[in-house]
């Protein structure tokens, strides 16, 4: 994530990262991410913290930027 952002001249607090697994949503709230988790197939650890939504039809651009703008963190 921190190479990907980088290279978008992004800094890793104004970045929203949608992630299916444990493991990719571990390495976005590393870089300074914002994290929300769309669950998949994937065993959760049971206590995340990670924002979560039941699909990508409950994220809307609106929503996106109300987070970084300290929104509906559900």
Known sequence: ?????????????RAVVL?????????????????????????LPAEHG???VAGLSEVTLAWLR???LGGDRR
């Open 50 to 52: 990670w924002l979560e």
């Open 19 to 43: 992630e299916d697994s444990p493991a990719g949503a571990t390495a976005a709230a590393a870089a300074g991410c914002t994290v929300v988790l769309v669950p998949d197939l994937a065993e």
């Open 66 to 68: 109300g987070l970084l």
């Open 1 to 13: 994530y921190l190479r990907a952002l980088a290279l978008l001249e992004c800094p890793p607090a």
